[in-house]
């Protein structure tokens, strides 16, 4: 299955990942130490030679997989601590917590070399070369379960449109390359209300009764207008511009003006340039959505 690296979204914007939240903190530890202690009982990875152990082995994998659960939540609650003040929801990309996931990974290393004296009997504990063993024999063991997870978490949320680094589709970044007009004139039920519209302006569309407020922005200032038209029949006339995208029974965006998408399977929130307001994504609309 062929995929591509969506540079792109390292570095945008994401949602603090719910499982370095303080609130969540023990159970992913625990998630941790399960994981470590089943693969290290039913594998035995890395060489193990039993004259060196000064206990049984079942302890030894209890003791490698307590470790770095219990350096999961020191790791992680200093990160916490270090992002009071800001906007804790968000200020977290992709590449932070690959570099985070890193430096857990050698710190898991180090500690797991300093307990050498304690598990094993063996002159050279204290050698460089067991010092390098411990932290590769981490960062492989590590990185191979870190990217096994979030590898299959990529593949069900790309199946849903969603923008992540590992894509197994192609996001479709470019419209068509049709030529289409930027000024668009608009029929309206009683021709005097007829008006002329820079398509390019319009952020979003809010339906009023039989009146629309078109919502403009227009060398980085708001412009609102309000026309005697329906937003279905106002809809049916942009029919040609496909980039603009029915997100809620009251309200039509521009797909290309959209700033940021906040909320969670309940709904989203979408935000444009130069303007507080934020436009909801009606449930019902969220595959359209990201499928758009």
Same mark, same amino acid.
């Given at each position: 299955?062929?995929?591509?690296?969506?540079?792109?979204? @390292? +570095? *945008? %914007?994401?949602?603090?990942?719910?499982? =370095?939240?303080?609130?969540?903190? $023990?159970? #992913?530890?625990?998630?941790?130490?399960?994981?470590?202690?089943?693969?290290?009982?039913?594998?035995?990875?890395?060489?193990?030679?039993?004259?060196?152990?000064?206990?049984?082995?079942?302890?030894?994998?209890?003791?490698?997989?307590?470790?770095?659960?219990?350096?999961?939540?020191?790791?992680?609650?200093?990160?916490?601590?270090?992002?009071?003040?800001?906007?804790?929801?968000?200020?977290?990309? @992709? +590449? *932070? %917590?690959?570099?985070?996931?890193?430096? =857990?990974?050698?710190?898991?290393? $180090?500690? #797991?070399?300093?307990?050498?004296?304690?598990?094993?009997?063996?002159?050279?504990?204290?050698?460089?070369?067991?010092?390098?063993?411990?932290?590769?024999?981490?960062?492989?063991?590590?990185?191979?379960?870190?990217?096994?997870?979030?590898?299959?978490?990529?593949?069900?949320?790309?199946?849903?449109?969603?923008?992540?680094?590992?894509?197994?589709?192609?996001?479709?970044?470019?419209?068509?390359?049709?030529?289409?007009?930027?000024?668009?004139?608009?029929?309206?039920?009683?021709?005097?209300?007829?008006? #002329?519209?820079?398509?390019?302006?319009?952020?979003?569309?809010?339906?009023?009764?039989?009146?629309?407020?078109?919502?403009?922005?227009?060398?980085?200032?708001?412009?609102?207008?309000?026309?005697?038209?329906?937003?279905?029949?106002?809809?049916?006339?942009?029919?040609?511009?496909?980039?603009?995208?029915?997100?809620?029974?009251?309200?039509?965006?521009?797909?290309?003006?959209?700033?940021?998408?906040?909320?969670?399977?309940?709904?989203?929130?979408?935000?444009?340039?130069?303007?507080?307001?934020?436009?909801?994504?009606?449930?019902?609309?969220?595959?359209?959505?990201?499928?758009?």
């Amino acid at each position: 299955m062929p995929f591509y690296i969506n540079s792109e979204h @390292l +570095l *945008k %914007e994401i949602e603090y990942p719910l499982r =370095f939240q303080p609130a969540n903190l $023990l159970k #992913s530890a625990v998630v941790v130490f399960v994981t470590l202690l089943v693969f290290l009982l039913l594998f035995t990875p890395f060489g193990v030679y039993e004259p060196e152990h000064k206990m049984n082995y079942f302890f030894i994998c209890g003791l490698h997989a307590f470790s770095p659960a219990l350096l999961f939540v020191v790791y992680f609650s200093i990160v916490n601590y270090f992002r009071k003040g800001k906007d804790q929801s968000h200020n977290w990309n @992709l +590449l *932070k %917590e690959y570099l985070n996931i890193g430096g =857990f990974l050698i710190l898991s290393g $180090l500690v #797991s070399f300093l307990m050498r004296d304690l598990i094993y009997n063996n002159s050279g504990n204290w050698s460089l070369r067991y010092l390098y063993e411990e932290i590769r024999n981490c960062c492989i063991a590590g990185i191979f379960f870190y990217f096994f997870l979030r590898v299959v978490s990529f593949y069900f949320q790309s199946q849903k449109g969603a923008p992540f680094v590992l894509q197994f589709q192609p996001l479709q970044t470019e419209h068509d390359k049709k030529e289409i007009p930027a000024i668009l004139f608009i029929n309206t039920q009683v021709k005097q209300d007829d008006f #002329s519209l820079n398509i390019d302006d319009l952020l979003f569309v809010k339906a009023d009764g039989n009146y629309i407020e078109l919502t403009k922005s227009v060398h980085n200032k708001i412009e609102t207008e309000l026309k005697r038209i329906s937003l279905t029949q106002f809809e049916t006339q942009i029919s040609a511009y496909p980039h603009f995208f029915r997100c809620h029974r009251t309200y039509l965006v521009n797909m290309f003006s959209i700033q940021k998408v906040t909320g969670n399977s309940q709904g989203y929130l979408l935000s444009f340039a130069d303007t507080s307001e934020k436009i909801p994504v009606s449930r019902k609309q969220l595959d359209s959505f990201n499928s758009c």
